[in-house]
């Protein structure tokens, strides 16, 4: 299969990454520095979980350079960039490819689907990962798995391919499932990142801040019961506890673990906050369900002129 990864972020550069390793034809979507760094040096990739290796040499070029058609698309991009990776996509994909978002906020998936030609399906990631420097990811846990999966029934072919997809990933050393729940199970992924990006926002506040008992962590654990409540309201069935769920994966983070919003917000650019808080809100009026401590936070942000 030719594998697509648009976005070589923390999330794009570790699955392209490990793919590649496994000598998997994988392409991947840069610009400026990292890109330069990756043609020059190739992919380098520190992680806690295979152990550091060097892609190289690397398929690495900008969006308006990519002259293939993929059979798969891994989207790696923040929130605010999905409009142009969705032009880019219309250009370089027909009926025949596969489209996965990984992106923070919930629901990517269904908004692209009416924009494009090919499949577009839902999927999620529980990784920590980042560019460390031009050309190099750090992933200093072992965390690394990957949701996919259909929002409707598909045929029998269809799910075969999806089946391959999966088993090449395992092969590659990601923990790959194949969803047949994906809206639960993006949601469910939602319920961690969405707290932790709004509440590490809110207080400016590293993960060490929320693991122990007081006004950070409750705050935090309020914002998991809400994304619950929403949830609950969609009739979706979860088959953990969220906030059983969400405090053992904070637990597993380094204590000095700050997300990607915060880091966006402090270097003075775009944010993912209007799909990791705004959006909650209005997920809660949508539903009918009280989101008292996500209207809290979205206030203050809009107070403070966050984008």
Not at 87 to 114: A, C, S, W
Not at 235 to 256: C, M, Q, R, W, Y
Not at 259 to 276: F, H, I, N, P, Y
Request: proline residues 3%.
């Amino acid at each position: 299969m030719k594998f697509l990864v648009v976005g070589t972020g923390g999330t794009g550069g570790a699955i392209g990454g490990y793919l590649a390793k496994q000598g998997e034809d994988v392409t991947f979507i840069a610009r400026g520095r990292h890109l330069e760094a990756m043609k020059a040096a190739g992919l380098q990739v520190k992680s806690a979980r295979v152990g550091d290796f060097l892609v190289k040499p690397v398929k690495a070029c900008r969006m308006e350079d990519y002259r293939e058609i993929p059979d798969v698309v891994f989207v790696c991009v923040k929130y605010y960039s999905l409009d142009e990776s969705i032009e880019f996509l219309k250009r370089v994909t027909d009926e025949h490819t596969i489209v996965i978002p990984i992106l923070n906020v919930y629901g990517t998936g269904e908004k692209m689907q009416p924009q494009l030609k090919c499949r577009v399906l839902d999927g999620c990631v529980y990784i920590f990962s980042m560019i460390e420097a031009p050309g190099v990811i750090v992933q200093p846990t072992e965390i690394f798995k990957v949701y996919f999966g259909l929002r409707e029934a598909g045929d029998e072919n269809l799910i075969k391919k999806l089946r391959r997809i999966e088993e090449i990933m395992k092969k590659a050393g990601i923990e790959t499932y194949y969803s047949e729940n994906i809206k639960r199970d993006a949601l469910q992924k939602f319920s961690f990142v969405s707290p932790m990006g709004a509440a590490g926002l809110y207080y400016n506040g590293v993960a060490g801040g929320f693991m122990v008992p007081g006004e950070k962590r409750e705050l935090f654990l309020n914002l998991v019961r809400e994304v619950g409540a929403v949830g609950e309201a969609m009739h979706l069935k979860f088959d953990v506890d969220l906030v059983e769920n969400a405090s053992k994966i904070l637990a597993g983070l380094t204590p000095d673990a700050e997300t990607s919003m915060q880091r966006d917000v402090a270097g003075g650019g775009k944010s993912e906050v209007d799909g990791l808080v705004h959006e909650m809100v209005r997920l809660g009026k949508a539903y009918g369900i009280a989101v008292p401590n996500y209207k809290l936070i979205s206030e203050w942000v809009k107070g403070k002129g966050i984008q």
